[in-house]
């Protein structure tokens, strides 16, 4: 028998699927994409393609996943017997490698945070020397590779130990703590001198300033940031209990992540105008800023540990749910132990992982289209592998899965109400499926 992460509890299934939403993509990736695409247009874009895409997409993973309680590949080989449609999973294998590749890079850099911040040595610079210490902390391979290479063992050995669920725990009491300590970071960003530019260029939305492009990074940003794409949530609510509203988790699972990436931005961007850093920095953003938010707060020296220490929880327990893909494949597919399958898992994420972080200073010749490898990684991940993801998830849900199905699992075989139901059948049959192909033919030059 295999063993699957279960939860004793609907909290721990839902409390996990939170933690895998929130973390590095709401506080690192939303700032910096929202920044090099120019502000309020980009998130009025993010916040529209939540609700007409994030919502139902993650909808149609937990009717996959709740109506099988299985992983992915089982569940499309039970819902369509016979039909080829399981293959889709090898795109998620490999779109997770990738995620987990670049992300536990920036994993690393926020253990190197945490540990200058612990040194007491991440207060006291000016904005310039901020810079130069970011690009010093890149351009050393050997800190680099060393802190990912740390994470990812840690990762793994929460994993091979089979504490999860302790992880799940602690989070369950981190995540309210980051989300307390967001809106007072957010507060002291408010009373900076730059604070009303930075939020006229959250919210106040030019559109001259977005591209066809920016689109494309609102709808691979808010799909990363909701762990749609790659099967994620189709593992976790293989655990749903049959009593759960799927469509009040999801509405949950949604809004808190959205709510942690706006947070974040109101947190990041007055300080940005404060201290003169270039909203399009891009990856750096935050690690440019943030130090300079902690040191003029009284007690900086604790804010900026407490704060590192949180995200750092928030990341893990979204890897854990990344890993946890391919990790529940090798064992309920290739019927491998659960330590083989960490060990074949863990090994080659230290490959991709290393490579990514070779990739700023080894590494940094080998560029494709002006992007370096960690770059395309992050790129690739977002923007062709979960989009194209959730696409098939739409059009798999929408058009082809038994309509009974969607409707026994929205209305928990007629005891809930499922108003949401012709709305997300509209959602999944044409608005995602035609935003998607439309924005990909645009951007390929097709029309
Ligand atoms: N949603 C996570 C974040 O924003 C990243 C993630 C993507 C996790 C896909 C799981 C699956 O940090």
Not at 92 to 103: A, M, N, R, T
Not at 137 to 166: D, H, Q, Y
Not at 202 to 227: C, E, H, I, K, N
């Amino acid at each position: 028998m295999t063993r699957r992460v279960g939860f004793a509890t609907r909290l721990g299934a839902i409390a996990a699927a939170v933690g895998s939403a929130v973390g590095l993509g709401n506080i690192w990736r939303f700032p910096y994409e929202a920044g090099v695409n120019g502000g309020g247009a980009f998130i009025l874009v993010y916040i529209g393609c939540i609700l007409v895409m994030g919502i139902p997409v993650i909808l149609s993973e937990f009717i996959i996943g709740r109506s099988t309680h299985s992983n992915m590949k089982a569940a499309l080989r039970q819902l369509s017997p016979g039909k080829k449609y399981y293959l889709f999973t090898y795109i998620c294998i490999l779109g997770s490698f990738i995620v987990i590749g670049f992300y536990s890079v920036v994993c690393g850099w926020i253990i190197e945070y945490l540990y200058q911040a612990a040194l007491g040595q991440l207060s006291g610079h000016s904005p310039q020397e901020y810079n130069e210490m970011f690009t010093s902390l890149v351009a050393n391979p050997w800190r680099c590779v060393g802190w990912t290479v740390l994470f990812l063992v840690l990762n793994f050995m929460v994993m091979s130990r089979g504490i999860e669920k302790g992880i799940e725990r602690v989070s369950r009491t981190m995540m309210p703590l980051l989300f307390v300590i967001l809106i007072i970071f957010c507060i002291n960003s408010l009373l900076m001198p730059g604070a009303s530019k930075g939020l006229k260029f959250l919210f106040y939305p030019d559109f001259s300033a977005l591209t066809m492009r920016g689109v494309l990074d609102a709808f691979g940003q808010a799909f990363l940031s909701l762990s749609i794409g790659i099967s994620c949530l189709v593992t976790y609510s293989s655990y749903f209990k049959d009593d759960t509203s799927l469509t009040k988790d999801a509405v949950i699972v949604a809004v808190l992540d959205t709510l942690v990436a706006i947070l974040s931005g109101v947190m990041i961007f007055p300080a940005v105008f404060s201290f003169g850093v270039e909203p399009t920095a891009g990856p750096r953003l935050i690690f440019e800023v943030l130090p300079g938010i902690f040191q003029q707060m009284t007690g900086g020296y604790v804010w900026a540990l407490l704060f590192f220490l949180l995200v750092f929880f928030a990341s893990l327990t979204s890897t854990i749910s990344l890993s946890e893909i391919p990790i529940t494949f090798l064992m309920e597919e290739r019927k491998l132990s659960r330590p083989h399958a960490i060990g074949w898992v863990a090994l080659i994420t230290l490959v991709l992982a290393t490579v990514a972080a070779l990739s700023f200073n080894v590494l940094d010749d080998i560029k494709l289209w002006g992007k370096n490898i960690f770059d395309m990684m992050d790129y690739a991940a977002s923007n062709i592998f979960m989009l194209l993801g959730g696409l098939f998830t739409a059009v798999y849900v929408g058009w082809i899965l038994d309509r009974k199905i969607v409707h026994d699992q929205l209305t928990n075989g007629g005891r809930l109400k499922g108003m949401m139901e012709p709305y997300l059948i509209f959602c999944l049959r044409y608005v995602a499926p035609v935003s998607i192909i439309f924005i990909f033919l645009y951007l390929t030059g097709i029309i």
